[in-house]
């Protein structure tokens, strides 16, 4: 049997060592003096395309946390749930095997049922009043109520207000819903708006909606302009109701034990990107929410139902029920707090 020399066996491991070390990442390491030292890997996963405010500032978190850290941190963003989509991230994030994610808030109600607050129907007037509440200690505590899970909010980043689509009818009115099945995100709030209209629902994770909406699964769903068109949900839904009745809004969640562990220079720089970042998402979220809807008008597929004021306001007396039924829940605090963020 051939038998290696002990020369050549100990050249070969070295020749194997050196271009397993070379394969690895593929970029080159940042330099500590002598020493290679391997960058810092920061995995942030998302459902949405890189075509929204999320996925925008992702990327631009990305740019900048690179350039902050000199390299020493690479940052690699996964859109589009192509690492993990809504059932596995939180459990991902919790374990440490991704660093950052970005969910929708209520899809946190498994954690800490409060986050349902964006679900209540009309419960902010606009844009302001949400960064408003963003910035309130009801928001502080809902990020620190976290903590427990090995889990940490660094941010929230808007996407904007909901509207319904479906492919039945157009809503004009809540009698309009009666019958239909829609496609909800998560939790019982969403499930108890779509009761108050008479229309039956499922939560189904945003990476299968599309494929929900085409089979007929569910016959609408409801989500922003920007989401509706990047999801193109116009290939499949015939008509949208503008009613601004619901929020879409992120928590930017590290995994804990992770963040505590960096080096302060480290951790300090990928904050203020996140920081840089958050304000990159707050004007992305006003752009893109125009552009797309502007796009879905102009698109030839959808109907657009705009509502007088007296139509909507039919709306908020049907869907306001679900206040009193979800008071016990969210807290009268927390509900106070956000319509005072939504008040002069
Ligand atoms: C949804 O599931 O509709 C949204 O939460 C997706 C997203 O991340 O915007």
Redesign the pocket.
Known sequence: MFRKKPIALALSTVLVLTLSLVGCGGKPAATGGDKEVKPIIVKFA???TPD?P?GQAALKFKELAEQKTNGKVIVEVYPSSQLYG?KEELEAAQSGNVQII???V??LVGLNPKFQYTDLPFLFPNNEAVYKFFASDQMKGLMNSLDKYNLQGLAVWP?GFKQFTNNKRPLVSPEDFKGLKF?T??GKVLEAQFKSLGAGSATI??GE?YAALQQGTVDG????FN?IDTQKYQETQKYLTVTNHGR?D?MIIVNKSFWSGLEPDIRKALDDSMAEATKYAVEQAELLDKKSMDNLKNSGKMQFTELTPAQLGVFQETMKPVYAQFESVLSKELIDAAIKAGQK
């Open positions: 998302h459902v949405v929204t999320k809504d970005a969910p929708s209520t899809k996407n496609r995100q998560a994770a945003f909606t769903q409801e989500n922003t989401n879409l992120y």
